[in-house]
Structure formats: C-alpha cells, structure tokens
C-alpha cells in the first residue's frame, strides 16, 4: 500500500472516531442534565420534615434522658422495620406512661436523620 493512502486511511479512521464521540457525548449532555434535575428535586423532598405513625414495642424507657427504646415496624423512605432502637421524645410528659412490653403507637416528626417522637398511645401489650 502507498503511503498516502495509508495516511488518508489513518485521517478517516480519526475524523470517523470523532464524529462518533461527539455524536454520543452531544446526547450525554441532556440526559444528565435530566438526571441532575431529577436527583435535585429528590433531595428537596428528603430534606423536608416528615411524620409517620408507626406501631412498635416499648423494650425499654430511660427518663431522665427522654428516650425509650423501641422495636420498631417499618419507617416508610427512613427504616426497615424490625430495628431495636433508642428515640428521643420530644417531651418528659410523652413517655410517662410507656412500660417496657407496651405495645405503641407512636408519632415520629423531623428532617431525617434527626427526628423525635411527639406522641405515644399504648394499644397493649407483647
Ligand atoms: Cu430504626
């Protein structure tokens, strides 16, 4: 082969590659935009404060720090249920009922992850 058929070859195999890339990056660019808006706006309804109204067992109450320490059912978009864990109440008054056993209903109001329960009812007991 001649030389400069072999450099012609070589330049059309360069531009070829190139017009691809830039073909393909020029449909990257709005898709990514569409992601990064759509994550955005994700990320604004995360961020907001929430409510649930869970069910749970009261495993233990500490007082004099305002926590009880619950198994849970599940959180929707927060937890999965089945975790044994330790909430804040809002207030002492909340947990001046709860006794470990009790089965509860109770409120969770916050921006995850820094929420607080802002009322308990009893409904039985496990
Ligand atoms: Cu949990």
């Known amino acids: 082969m001649r030389l400069w058929r072999v450099v ?14 830039w073909l393909a990056w020029g449909r990257e660019v709005p898709r990514l935009e569409r ?7 994700r990320v604004r309804v995360v961020g907001g ?8 067992i009261v495993r233990a109450v500490i007082p004099e720090i305002q926590i009880v320490v619950l198994t849970h059912d599940e959180i929707p978009g927060f937890m999965p249920a089945g ?10 008054k909340i947990l001046e009922g709860a006794r470990t056993g009790d089965v509860v209903r109770f409120t969770l109001t916050g921006v995850p992850p ?3 329960i802002t009322a308990l009812v009893k ?3 496990s």
Do not use: I
């Open 8 to 21: 012609l070859l070589l330049n059309l195999a360069v531009a070829v590659g190139v017009l691809v890339g």
């Open 35 to 41: 992601l990064l808006q759509e994550n955005q706006q």
């Open 49 to 56: 404060e929430q409510t649930w109204v869970v069910k749970g």
């Open 83 to 92: 975790m044994t864990m330790g909430f804040k109440a809002q207030n002492a």
């Open 114 to 116: 820094d929420v607080q």
């Open 123 to 125: 409904e039985g007991e």
